[in-house]
């Protein structure tokens, strides 16, 4: 007799014959308190319901359980959890907003394995499951039980929510194990967020290698990064251009992250190794930002912060500098965004951000965007993002609305052919990083696709050798590479933990090296050798 098999039944059984595949090391099912092969961690604060196992911070004392593990040659690891968040709140003293810096204070909804190479794991917060980096899944973590599934191999990590592969994690098991012990451990790891779950089971085992790695396509080699120190201010979040030339700028924040801050424009004649303040652009909440040379090789700058004048108009700076940087003339300047994008309220802004071009034409174009309070329907205040291109025909006195890209603030957009542009914006509520494509030279743009990455200021350089690097932090400095003009990232690397703004630049010095900055925890500087591996 003949029979069809439905889909779903198919896929069922493939599933359940895969599963078979993995034995499991360690299994907890909430029947009783971990005990035996699990050992606690401080004193938690653990329940047992009909739903399974209660486990509450909420205090400046964490606790966990840990189980040790034998990692198998040739394996790969299935860590499985079944679990539902109730609260979170965050890492910041008397806030109640869930931060989502896990990084900094521990987490209080947390799962980590090692292997006793790498180590890395889930965070649960109440508005999503993230790693511990930079891997984030929006979602509500509160409304039900989910099951998520970590499938470590080497140094990558998938995770699925529900039986659903939500991100590849291409080096996202990456950092370097505290010590040789394997092992997983659940519970809470924070000092200041607070926050519980119901745990129903947690388990993790080993399965012969599905697939092995695919050999990289990139060699990467890191120089020994240097501090570029300054005595009199603290210097964060860099935004670096290549003159050529042999000259270096980079405009850098100098207060306290707000409207209006002050900024320095330092230029460096040996590749990035010394900086200096440029006399009259330094300490000025008028500092130029982008910066691009000019066909007739001047400079042209423009400030970051614009102003409303009383008659509706938005105005800003335009800075003239010569070929070496030496001297400059500082004009007013006009952004002409359309009536829904442009400043009506007090606290709406326009940002010149840090990507600028020359044009065939003769005229530049330069990113911008706009932050606009709106009332929701239900009458609640609402700040809406947009990224916007502007050009300008006379030297950056006007610039005037081309095109608008998408939602989204601090956007980094490279031109990838006379045609061809792509864009990426900051993660923003969601964490997740979101990146545009153009096909008619910026004049129209797709929809959003959210990457599996964030977080803040992504940095975009299409390399000499055909390679694009994306630069971005928080809660490390990161970079990924693509070799498709950003159509996937095969190439995750985490170039450092420390924390601080985590904001990073980037640009092509010298072909197949980069000059990558960051501010975590100090303004510091390294060379990245960006290798195509045939």
């Not at 000019?294 to 070929?323: E, F, M, Y």
Request: proline letters at 6%.
């Amino acid at each position: 007799m003949h029979m069809t098999l439905r889909l779903p039944f198919l896929l069922l059984l493939v599933a359940s014959l895969h599963a078979e595949d993995i034995t499991w090391q360690i299994q907890y099912d909430a029947k009783s308190l971990p005990g035996e092969v699990w050992k606690a961690s401080g004193t938690p604060k653990a329940t047992l319901e009909a739903d399974g196992l209660r486990l509450i911070d909420d205090d400046k004392d964490f606790a966990n359980f840990r189980a040790a593990f034998k990692p198998e040659a040739d394996s790969e690891i299935i860590v499985e959890v079944v679990a539902k968040v109730f609260s979170t709140t965050g890492s910041q003293k008397n806030k109640t907003s869930a931060s989502l810096w896990p990084w900094r204070d521990g987490a209080p909804v947390s799962v980590f394995v090692s292997d006793g190479r790498h180590q890395e794991g889930l965070v649960l917060f109440a508005n999503q499951a993230a790693s511990h980096t930079d891997r984030f899944i929006p979602m509500d973590t509160t409304n039900r039980f989910h099951t998520y599934r970590l499938i470590i191999r080497g140094t990558d990590m998938e995770m699925w929510v529900d039986g659903v592969k939500k991100v590849e994690g291409q080096g996202a098991f990456w950092k370097p194990a505290d010590s040789p012990e394997a092992f997983i451990q659940f519970g809470s790891s924070a000092k200041t967020a607070t926050g519980g779950a119901i745990w129903q089971s947690v388990r993790l085992g080993t399965r012969k290698t599905t697939a092995p790695l695919p050999p990289s396509p990139i060699k990467l080699t890191l120089s020994e990064p240097w501090d570029i120190p300054r005595d009199d201010i603290r210097q964060t979040r860099p935004y670096l251009y290549d003159l050529g030339q042999g000259l270096l700028l980079m405009s850098v924040a100098q207060g306290p992250d707000a409207f209006y801050e002050p900024y320095g424009l330092l230029k460096s004649t040996d590749a990035g190794k010394t900086w200096s303040p440029i006399p009259g652009l330094d300490k000025l909440d008028t500092t130029p930002l982008p910066c691009v040379r000019r066909p007739d090789g001047k400079i042209l700058a423009v400030s970051r912060w614009t102003r409303t004048q009383p008659d509706g108009r938005v105005t800003g700076k335009t800075a003239h500098l010569n070929t070496d940087a030496t001297s400059f003339e500082m004009i007013d300047n006009e952004i002409q965004l359309p009536k829904e994008f442009t400043n009506e309220a007090k606290g709406d802004q326009i940002i010149c951000e840090r990507h600028i071009w020359n044009d065939a034409d003769g005229g530049a174009t330069m990113v911008v965007w706009s932050r606009k309070a709106v009332k929701l329907p239900d009458g609640r205040n609402n700040t809406v993002r947009m990224f916007h291109l502007m050009r300008s025909t006379d030297e950056g006195k006007t610039w005037t609305h081309f095109s608008t890209v998408g939602p989204g603030g601090e956007p980094a957009v490279v031109r990838l052919s006379d045609t061809e542009q792509t864009a990426i914006i900051r993660g923003d509520r969601n964490s997740r990083m979101k990146q545009m494509f153009s096909h008619d030279a910026g004049k129209t743009w797709s929809k959003p696709i959210e990457l599996e990455v964030g977080r803040v200021l992504p940095d975009l350089c299409l390399m000499s050798n055909g390679v694009l690097a994306c630069s971005y932090g928080r809660p490390a400095s990161c970079l990924m590479f693509s070799l498709d003009g950003g159509q996937s990232w095969p190439v995750h690397h985490v170039i450092s933990e420390k924390v601080g703004f985590n904001y990073t630049s980037i640009r092509e010095i010298s072909p197949g090296k980069l000059l990558y900055i960051h501010d975590a925890p100090k303004m510091n500087a390294m060379v990245i050798e960006v290798e195509r591996v045939k």
